[in-house]
């Protein structure tokens, strides 16, 4: 049976423990989510000094780890034993510590609640282990997730909170952040904070607890582009070109950079209805009419050339350019010459 972050979380709620949990993966929001709720949750304050035990995979080898896993708790139901950075445990990828762990999977101890949390990246799957503890443990792969679905996930996780998030500032937030689930979740938990009843978090409130203004970002300069309205994208470009720090270039640069390669893919669709487009392109049917407006005002041949113009900023931008203009200069030439 496959086992979710989600229905693990609500099974360790409900007080219905397995003996091993293995959490793997190079998304490590889920890994210390479950890691911490064991920590923090499984025993009661007065049984943790005796029955909880941390150890930390750069400091230990496999015999260790089931060493303690092999003691009994005292006066207590159980004990709880987690590995963290599992993944530098220093013989997991060697055969004999595989085959002691793979050993201790086939009767672990029932009082004991062993969890790995092994992070930043997969354990092979390939390895003979990898099947076995499939099959004995609860083994949660988390991985990340694609940069289209961040503004998704913010508002899930805001409506988990008993909140709301509206679109438009679950994009800016997304764009702005980008593919760490950690800073996006304390940016959102930063915001909530101040409110005691609940709360529709929108570009205001972005702007107002996180920093991000609600006028100049990256998710209005997309749009400012996408309907060409000079005035506006030159407002923003120089507000960036002011303010470095808050809209770094090469991201500036990845965001325009999804944003024509989008508008390429519905040149060459064969269905451009809405419904086929946000299909297409994966984004909510919220943005649709944007590209749409945005392929009208872009023909095939300008996206083209846009694409070129952005692989030779990106490459200016690291140096490869004996006039080695500021970020700024280049941020505005490259605006300059997409919409022109």
């Not at 015999?63 to 709880?80: C, D, G, H, I, T």
């Not at 760490?180 to 940016?187: F, Y």
């Not at 309907?227 to 120089?238: C, E, G, L, M, T």
């Amino acid at each position: 049976m496959a086992h979710t972050w989600e229905s693990t979380l609500n099974d360790l709620k409900k007080g219905n423990y397995s003996p091993v949990y293995f959490l793997h993966g190079d998304e490590p929001f889920y890994i210390d989510l479950l890691s911490d709720f064991v920590e923090e949750n499984v025993l009661d304050q007065a049984s943790k000094g005796f029955n909880q035990t941390i150890l930390y995979g750069k400091d230990v080898d496999m015999s260790q780890v089931l060493n303690q896993a092999r003691r009994f708790p005292m006066m207590a139901e159980r004990q709880v034993v987690i590995v963290k950075e599992a993944q530098e445990i220093k013989d997991l990828n060697k055969q004999e510590g595989q085959e002691q762990l793979m050993s201790y999977l086939e009767h672990p101890l029932i009082t004991t609640l062993l969890l790995f949390s092994h992070k930043h990246k997969p354990f092979d799957q390939r390895k003979k282990l990898a099947k076995v503890l499939d099959q004995k443990a609860i083994v949660i792969n988390s991985k990340k997730i694609y940069d289209n679905k961040l503004p998704e996930w913010a508002q899930k996780y805001t409506g988990q909170k008993g909140h709301s998030i509206d679109e438009k500032a679950a994009f800016i937030l997304a764009e702005n952040i980008g593919n760490n689930l950690q800073r996006l979740a304390n940016e959102i938990d930063k915001i909530l904070i101040n409110f005691k009843d609940k709360v529709t978090i929108d570009p205001t409130l972005v702007e107002k607890y996180v920093g991000i203004s609600k006028e100049y970002n990256s998710f209005e300069l997309q749009k400012a582009l996408a309907f060409k309205d000079v005035f506006k994208a030159n407002q923003i470009v120089n507000y960036f070109a002011n303010n470095p720090k808050s809209n770094p270039l090469l991201l500036t640069i990845a965001m325009l950079y999804s944003f024509y390669s989008k508008l390429l893919l519905i040149h060459h669709a064969e269905d451009r209805s809405e419904r086929g487009i946000a299909s297409k392109l994966r984004i909510s049917p919220f943005f649709v009419n944007e590209y749409i407006t945005a392929t009208n005002k872009y023909p095939l041949n300008q996206v083209i050339r846009n694409i070129g113009f952005l692989r030779q900023a990106d490459l200016r931008s690291k140096g490869v350019d004996a006039v080695n203009p500021t970020d700024g200069q280049l941020l505005k030439e490259l605006i300059f010459k997409l919409m022109h």
